[in-house]
């Protein structure tokens, strides 16, 4: 197989996916190439308000489609509703944890944060979810990528936040865990996706034998 150009984001979670990515498919010879998305560099406008969107893919499938980059690594959850014409998604691998965790100070469950805790997510399904256990809790919008995420947490701007088990575990940080929740998450959490050209023939079909196998 040819030497293959790997698309990603810059986080050190999106690179370890890629790492993922390569041990599970043996790809040899390969590049890593890194861009920021919408989603990395505008923090500010909360999670609610683009889910669906290329939010977090826009410049890695703007780079596919250009040939800057041969194969695309993303959350499957970050995945817009709509893939661009002219990329399709080769493969999407099984979930290594689709649950929701608590992060917190102290480690504290949910039923034992103070009343009026500050609890950061900007998920509108995870504030549902957690109103629904903890209606006195004030819920802050949380934007970031984890290792971020867990710094607000440690400097005291949240009591408590809420992410996926996923990250924190390829992370290696799933001894934060303070607790497991019990929400329905999001559509592909967990999961990573591979997309390419579909053009591609032959990154298709060798990409198809391997994850088949």
């Excluded at 970050?78 to 493969?91: K, N, S, T």
């Excluded at 934007?143 to 995420?149: D, K, L, T, Y």
């Amino acid at each position: 197989m040819r030497r293959i150009r790997i698309g990603t984001r810059a986080s050190r979670l999106a690179l370890e996916q890629v790492n993922e990515v390569v041990r599970r498919f043996g790809i040899g010879e390969h590049e890593i190439v890194v861009y920021d998305t919408s989603g990395d560099i505008d923090k500010d406008t909360p999670i609610a308000e683009v889910e669906g969107t290329d939010f977090f893919t826009d410049r890695i499938e703007r780079a596919l489609l250009k040939k800057e980059i041969d194969l695309a690594v993303h959350s499957a959850k970050d995945l817009p509703a709509r893939i661009p014409e002219g990329l399709m998604i080769v493969a999407t691998t099984e979930s290594i944890d689709k649950d929701d965790v608590l992060v917190s100070k102290g480690n504290l469950k949910l039923s034992e944060l103070p009343a009026g805790a500050k609890v950061g997510t900007s998920s509108r399904r995870r504030k549902e979810s957690l109103l629904m256990l903890r209606s006195d809790l004030k819920l802050i919008d949380l934007r970031g990528n984890i290792e971020e995420r867990m710094e607000k947490l440690n400097r005291g701007e949240y009591d408590a936040i809420v992410i996926a088990a996923a990250g924190l575990i390829r992370l290696g940080l799933e001894h934060r865990i303070a607790e497991r929740l019990p929400f329905e998450t999001a559509p592909g959490q967990g999961a990573l996706a591979l997309e390419i050209r579909k053009e591609d023939k032959e990154l298709y079909a060798w990409l198809k034998a391997r994850f088949i196998s």
